[in-house]
C-alpha cells in the first residue's frame, strides 16, 4: 500500500472543527472584522460512509484508517440555506489527490448554535449536522467526450495514489457504493467554495483544475465543468501529463 506522508487536516484543526463568524458591522469601535460567535464539531464526529484514510499516516491519537464513518476534516465553504440551517463544505479529505481518493466529497446540512455570550466557561456553541448530499456524475459528464473528462475514482477497480506526476495503482478495491453511485472523491476533486443558488442547485468552485463545478439539489454534476481559460494547477491532468506548465495554485474564492 502507498502512503502520503502528509498530516492530515483533521489533526492540524486541533482535533476539532472551529467555525467562526465575522461582522462587518464593528466600525464604531474601529474594528472592520470582529469575532461575534463560535461553535465547535468534535474531531469524533463521524458521518456514515466508506472506510476512508487508508493512504494517510497516523497522526497524533488519531488512528487510520477511519472504519466508523466519514470523519469531517473542517469546512472550506460554509452558507446560509435561508431556512435558518447552514449549507457546509468539507474539503477533499486529507489535503491531497494521492491521499483522499477514499474521502467522498459533497455538502451537510447543519444547525449551528453559535455562542456569542461569555457566560464563565470555554464551552463553545453547538454544530449538528442534520443531513449530507455526496457529489456524483450520475450523468456521466466526466466521460461523455463532450468537455472536460477526467478518470474518476469511480471509474477504477482499484484505488490509485499519485507519485510524481504519476498515478499508483493501490491495490485496494473501490468501495462498491462509490463505483455505483459514481461518488466523486478527494481524488477526483478539491472542493473550496460553494454558492447556493435560488434555484437550489450548487456552484462549487475547486482547485485541481481549478474548475467551477454545477451540482444539482441531490448532488449530481448536471452541467459539464468550467475550464479556466489558462489557470493550470500541479493536480490538473494537463500539468501531470507534461503538456502544459502549473499556472496556479488552485482557486479558493
Known amino acids: 500500500m502507498t502512503r502520503t506522508s502528509r498530516r492530515p487536516r483533521l489533526t492540524q484543526l486541533g482535533a476539532a472543527a472551529l467555525i467562526a463568524v465575522a461582522s462587518l458591522h464593528a466600525q464604531a469601535e474601529g ?11 468534535p474531531s469524533e464526529a463521524r458521518w456514515p460512509g466508506p472506510v476512508t484514510g487508508q493512504f494517510i499516516s497516523p497522526d497524533l491519537p488519531v488512528a487510520v484508517p477511519f472504519t466508523d464513518g466519514q470523519p469531517i476534516p473542517g469546512f472550506s465553504g460554509l452558507q446560509r440555506d435561508g431556512k435558518g440551517g447552514w449549507i457546509a463544505l468539507p474539503d477533499n479529505g486529507y489535503g491531497t489527490k494521492g491521499n483522499s481518493g477514499d474521502f467522498i466529497i459533497g455538502v451537510y446540512k447543519a444547525a449551528i448554535d453559535f455562542k456569542t ?28 467526450g463532450a468537455g472536460l473528462d477526467l478518470v ?78 489558462f489557470l493550470r494547477s500541479p493536480s490538473n491532468p494537463e500539468v501531470m501529463s507534461g503538456t502544459t506548465a502549473v499556472t496556479s495554485q488552485g482557486s479558493r474564492g
Open 152 to 229: 474518476t475514482t469511480a471509474d477504477l477497480a482499484n484505488y490509485h495514489t499519485v507519485n510524481g506526476n504519476s498515478l499508483v495503482d493501490s491495490g485496494i478495491p473501490v468501495d462498491a457504493r462509490i463505483t455505483s453511485g459514481r461518488l466523486l472523491t478527494g481524488f477526483d476533486f478539491d472542493v473550496e467554495s460553494i454558492a447556493p443558488a435560488p434555484d437550489g442547485t450548487f456552484w462549487v468552485g475547486e482547485e485541481f483544475g481549478p474548475w467551477l463545478l454545477h451540482f444539482d439539489r441531490k448532488g449530481t454534476l448536471i452541467d459539464e465543468p468550467i475550464v479556466h481559460p
Open 117 to 144: 455570550r461569555s457566560d464563565g466557561t470555554t464551552t463553545p456553541g453547538a454544530i449538528t449536522l442534520k443531513g449530507r448530499v455526496n457529489f456524483n456524475d450520475a450523468k456521466g459528464l466526466l466521460k461523455n
Open 31 to 41: 474594528i472592520a472584522h470582529q469575532l461575534t460567535g463560535w461553535a465547535l464539531l
